[in-house]
C-alpha cells in the first residue's frame, strides 16, 4: 500500500467517525446544510435562559422600538456549500419578551422589506414562551416594513451625459444615485420633470423643476410635525 492509499483510507476512517459521532454538518437540501447534530446539542439548547425579570415601571407611551433584521437566509462558504442561516430566533425572542415585559412594542424591518430569514434549527422547542412570541410576531416576521428608502432625485443616466453638452469639464468620478443606490435607497424616477416624493420623513426632488414643490411639500411637514 502507498503512501496515497494510506492517506485516503486515513480520511475514510475520520469521514466515517464524524458521521458515526454527528460531526458532520446535515444537508438538508443538495447543497445547503445546517449545523451537524452535535454541535446543536452544545450551541442550540431546547430552551433559554430567559429569567423572567419584571421592571418596576413599564413604559406607556406610544414609541416603538425599530429591529433590523437580515433577509438574507444563505451563505455560501469558499467550497460552495450553503449555511442555512439567518437570524437566530433566541438572539431575536428572548430581547423581546424583555421588550414586551416593559411595555414597548416593537416594529420589525429588513433592508428591503423582504420576509424576516430564522435559523428554525436553532428555534428552543422546549421553550413555550419564546414560541409563543414568536408566533405572535409571525405576521410581522413575514410582512416587514423596509430600512430602504424611495426617493426621486437627478437620474445618473442624466449626469452621464453632462460632459457631452458642455454642462461638465469632465466625466465625473462617481454618481449620487449609484452611491444611493448602493446604501439600498431606490430612486424611483428614470426622466427629469419636476417630481417629488415622500417616503416616511425622506422628502425629495428630482432637480431644479422640483424646487417649488419640494419647498412647499417640506413646509407644510415641518410645520405639522412642529407647528
Given at each position: ?7 485516503d ?14 460531526l ?10 445546517i ?11 431546547n430552551?433559554t ?5 419584571e ?6 407611551g ?8 437580515t ?9 460552495g456549500?450553503k449555511?442555512d442561516?439567518?437570524?437566530?430566533p ?5 430581547p423581546?419578551?424583555h ?11 429588513t ?20 414560541k ?9 416576521f413575514?410582512?416587514?416594513?423596509s ?8 437620474p ?11 454642462y ?51 413646509a407644510?411637514?415641518?410645520?405639522k410635525e412642529?407647528?
Amino acid at each position: 500500500m502507498n503512501m496515497q492509499d494510506l492517506l485516503d483510507k486515513a480520511k475514510d476512517t475520520l469521514d466515517n467517525a464524524k458521521n458515526t459521532l454527528g460531526l458532520e454538518p446535515q444537508e438538508t437540501e443538495a447543497g445547503i446544510y445546517i449545523p451537524s447534530t452535535s454541535s446543536l446539542k452544545i450551541a442550540a439548547p431546547n430552551k433559554t435562559n430567559y429569567d423572567h425579570t419584571e421592571y418596576d415601571d413599564p413604559y406607556t407611551g406610544d414609541k416603538k422600538i425599530m429591529m433590523v433584521c437580515t433577509e438574507e437566509q444563505y451563505m455560501t462558504m469558499e467550497n460552495g456549500n450553503k449555511f442555512d442561516t439567518g437570524n437566530h430566533p433566541v438572539e431575536m425572542m428572548v430581547p423581546l419578551l424583555h421588550f414586551k415585559q416593559a411595555g414597548f412594542d416593537v416594529d420589525v424591518f429588513t433592508p428591503n422589506g423582504e420576509s424576516v430569514k430564522v435559523e428554525q434549527w436553532a428555534m428552543p422547542e422546549d421553550d413555550d414562551e419564546v414560541k409563543q412570541l414568536y408566533s405572535e410576531y409571525e405576521s410581522k416576521f413575514e410582512s416587514p416594513k423596509s430600512i430602504g428608502y424611495k426617493m426621486v432625485a437627478f437620474p445618473t443616466v442624466m449626469d452621464k451625459q453632462m460632459p457631452k453638452i458642455g454642462y461638465l469639464p469632465g466625466t465625473m468620478p462617481w454618481y449620487f444615485g449609484e452611491k444611493l443606490e448602493d446604501l439600498g435607497v431606490t430612486i424611483d424616477n428614470k426622466l427629469v420633470s419636476g417630481q417629488t416624493h415622500q417616503d416616511r420623513k425622506l422628502i425629495s426632488g428630482d432637480g431644479p423643476l422640483a424646487a417649488n414643490d419640494f419647498g412647499k411639500m417640506s413646509a407644510k411637514a415641518l410645520l405639522k410635525e412642529f407647528g
